[in-house]
């Protein structure tokens, strides 16, 4: 079993609906990142939670520490938000674990 | 530099040959990690440093791999003697610290395809 699982793998959306991908991790962690990845490989770092949510345009990460959960939520999805979403944690020592990623599709 | 710099963005090379990847980070960031994605697969981490020593290599998958970075600013990853396996994209990324209050900037990658 991955340290990190994220569901779903591949998710399909008509633009404009809300979208939801949840991260699980099975240890302790100090910090949990949500990383967004579009074709071609370049990757952007888009939200680094420890406790609780933030929130950055129509993006909301959630974290619940006690439950080893955290979700990302888009609202009114566009197509160019059509990219690999990645779960990564961070768990006592600097190296990052990466969740398998969530690729998401938003049709017009 | 704005952002975190990698190069080559693209290499090819045969089998059995050496190859050097290049990440220039975001000036004055002191930590600085590589990452591996393999096709089809999710990210592994490779090694990582504070300033100019590396506190944890433990990713590294052989001897064939090391790295080193000078100067608190430029680090090189070497592949000696390339095998098929090792063919991915190497992703560079820095921090301000290696304390977890910071978050990470990633290059682009340098797509490795051994031949």
């Known amino acids: 079993k991955n340290e990190v699982e994220q569901s779903p793998q591949n998710l399909t959306a008509q633009e404009g609906e809300f979208i939801t991908i949840n991260c699980s991790y099975s240890?302790?962690?100090?910090?949990l990142h949500w990383l967004q990845q579009h074709p071609g490989g370049g990757i952007v770092s888009l939200f680094m939670?420890?406790?609780g949510k933030k929130k950055h345009g129509r993006l909301i990460a959630t974290i619940n520490i006690q439950e080893k959960h955290s979700s990302l939520h888009i609202t009114a999805s566009h197509p160019r938000d059509s990219a690999v979403y990645i779960c990564?944690?961070?768990?006592?020592?600097?190296?990052?674990?990466f969740g398998k990623g969530t690729k998401l599709t938003v049709n017009p | 530099g704005a952002g975190v710099s990698q190069s080559p963005s693209n290499k090819v090379t045969e089998k059995g040959k050496d190859v050097e990847l290049r990440c220039d980070p975001i000036?004055?960031?002191?930590?600085l990690y590589w990452y591996r994605q393999s096709l089809g697969q999710g990210l592994e981490f490779l090694i990582y440093?504070?300033?100019?020593?590396?506190?944890?290599k433990s990713g590294l998958p052989s001897d064939r791999f090391s790295a080193e970075r000078t100067g608190g600013s430029v680090s090189t990853l070497t592949i000696q003697r390339t095998q098929q396996e090792d063919s991915a994209v190497y992703l560079c990324?820095?921090?301000?610290?290696?304390?977890?209050?910071?978050?990470?900037?990633f290059g682009s990658g340098t797509r490795l395809t051994v031949v």
């Open positions: 939670l420890s406790s």
């Open positions: 240890v302790g962690i100090s910090a």
């Open positions: 000036s004055g960031h002191t930590a």
């Open positions: 440093f504070q300033g100019n020593s590396a506190p944890d």
């Open positions: 990324a820095s921090s301000i610290t290696g304390s977890y209050n910071y978050g990470y900037t």
């Open positions: 990564a944690v961070r768990s006592g020592s600097e190296k990052l674990v």
